[in-house]
């Protein structure tokens, strides 16, 4: 059984920092690409960063300069590191973790946690 289990999320004022995390079960974690996706209220979900089985990652251009996505496969943990935060970075933070060789409806999901920037 896969589990992706998000923990970090919370208040905090603008300009300050979170670190999320993720820990997975149930995959072969260094293996797998890991992802932290966002929904805002009325909005889409949306990517936020993605990082490769070999530490190659990719961002929002929103979040550049800002998030930094990090793993230890030793932990089979993923982290995001937000810096700089934004209200509108507000939303509802979800780990993601695709399966190969299958369609974006297969991907496992964490169930999110919320994080909320006071402006």
């Known amino acids: 059984q896969v589990q992706l289990v998000e923990s970090g999320g919370g208040l905090v004022q603008a300009g300050g920092s979170l670190r999320l995390s993720c820990a997975a079960s149930?995959?072969?974690?260094?293996?797998?690409?890991m992802g932290w996706y966002r929904q805002a209220p009325g909005k889409q979900r949306e990517l936020v960063a993605r990082?490769?089985?070999?530490?190659?990652?990719n961002y929002a251009d929103s979040v550049k300069g800002r998030f930094t996505i990090s793993r230890d496969d030793a932990k089979n943990t993923v982290y995001l590191q937000m810096n700089s935060l934004k209200s509108e970075d507000t939303a509802i933070y979800y780990c993601?973790?695709?399966?190969?060789?299958?369609?974006?409806?297969?991907?496992?999901w964490g169930q999110g946690t919320q994080v909320t920037v006071s402006s």
């Open positions: 993601n973790s695709p399966r190969y060789g299958l369609g974006p409806e297969y991907d496992y």
């Open positions: 149930g995959i072969i974690f260094s293996d797998s690409v």
């Open positions: 990082i490769g089985r070999f530490g190659n990652t």
